[in-house]
């Protein structure tokens, strides 16, 4: 579950000091805006990768069909056949609201 977190053991993007599971250093250090160390990451996603495709016709959408004529014992039948081919991807789409990252390291809110 939750494929898209960070495998990798003590190594974090957003640690300071780039060691994990330190128990020794407290969250008071942790700063959101700005790290030490030669690395500086935010912890904030700006941009997406849009699961979005153009077509050769510049249409905009997630899958596409085409419409086929199936002839069988003289009857003919439509069915919808889905194109995989000469799709573009719409690329990265920038957020309108930042999210945070899945693999930032600090707890938001305490209940």
């Known amino acids: 579950m939750g494929?898209?977190?960070?495998?990798?053991?003590?190594?974090?993007?957003?640690?300071?000091?780039?060691?994990?599971?330190?128990?020794?250093?407290?969250?008071?250090?942790?700063?959101?805006?700005?790290?030490?160390?030669?690395?500086?990451?935010?912890?904030f996603v700006f941009t997406r990768r849009s699961s979005l495709y153009y077509d050769e016709d510049g249409d905009l959408a997630?899958?596409?069909?085409?419409?086929?004529?199936v002839t069988k014992n003289g009857r003919?039948?439509?069915?919808?056949?889905?194109?995989h081919k000469n799709l573009i991807p719409q690329g990265l789409v920038k957020l309108d609201h930042p999210c945070i990252h899945v693999d930032f390291p600090v707890v938001l809110c305490e209940v």
Do not use: C, M
């Open 3 to 43: 494929g898209s977190g960070s495998k990798a053991k003590g190594v974090w993007p957003f640690s300071g000091n780039g060691a994990g599971g330190d128990s020794s250093s407290d969250g008071s250090e942790q700063s959101v805006a700005r790290l030490k160390g030669s690395r500086h990451a935010t912890p």
């Open 62 to 69: 997630h899958e596409f069909y085409e419409e086929t004529v």
């Open 76 to 83: 003919k039948k439509s069915k919808l056949k889905r194109i």
